[in-house]
């Protein structure tokens, strides 16, 4: 009996952190089905992080998209010095920041007001309607890296050592950062989002 035809039953059972390590590994010895499965993964973490920058639906899948064509290129020299998640959202943000400079006439590049308050500040905390645009305003006066980090760290759930390989920064300093723009944000919202 050949049991190839029962591959991926009776591949071992592999923890998640090294799940992506070893569709690498498959799509790196030519079982390109592997790289589908590593989309599938990503596809929806790499959406929101380049929605986030655009704002626009449409132009988000488009970038989307060439993130996973970039990654198919580049996939069969992926090493693993960073996570499979850390390197698609380095493309991600890479591409997306590339979109806004190539499109800046068209598009406002600022964050999602509705998912900071959803996900980072408990709903009775901030009025949206009222307090949605303060919001908005203040996140867009933090300094690019103390925003890019707050973003990645709060929508993303990302690790500190994940968003410190994202910003090009050291895990010390993305916690900095991360600690200043939390201290900005309630210094500019009168305290609104005191714990």
């Known amino acids: 009996m050949d049991v190839s ?4 039953l009776l591949r071992p059972v592999i923890a998640e952190g090294d799940l992506d390590r070893d569709l690498v590994a498959r799509f790196q010895a030519g079982e390109r089905i592997a790289f589908d499965q590593i989309v599938r993964r990503h596809q929806k973490g790499v959406w ?9 639906d449409a132009d988000a ?24 998640r850390s390197w698609l959202y380095r493309i991600a943000i890479h591409a997306a920041l590339s979109w806004i400079r190539d499109h800046r006439r068209e ?10 308050v959803a996900q980072a500040v408990a709903p009775a905390e901030i009025d949206r309607g009222r307090d949605s645009l303060r919001l908005r305003a203040a996140v867009s006066e933090l300094p690019p890296k103390q925003r890019l980090v707050l973003e990645l760290r709060v929508f993303d759930d990302l690790s500190f050592k994940e968003v410190a390989e994202l910003a090009d920064c050291t895990e010390n300093t993305a916690k900095v950062n991360f600690h200043y723009a939390v201290k900005r944000l309630r210094e500019i919202l009168g305290g609104a989002l005191e714990a």
């Open 107 to 116: 598009v406002a590049t600022e964050l999602d007001d509705s998912a900071l």
């Open 5 to 8: 035809v029962f591959g991926d």
């Open 48 to 56: 929101r992080i380049i929605r986030r920058y655009l704002r626009d």
């Open 61 to 84: 899948a488009d970038v989307t998209q060439l993130v996973f064509v970039r990654a198919f290129k580049a996939l069969g020299g992926f090493r693993g010095a960073a996570s499979v």
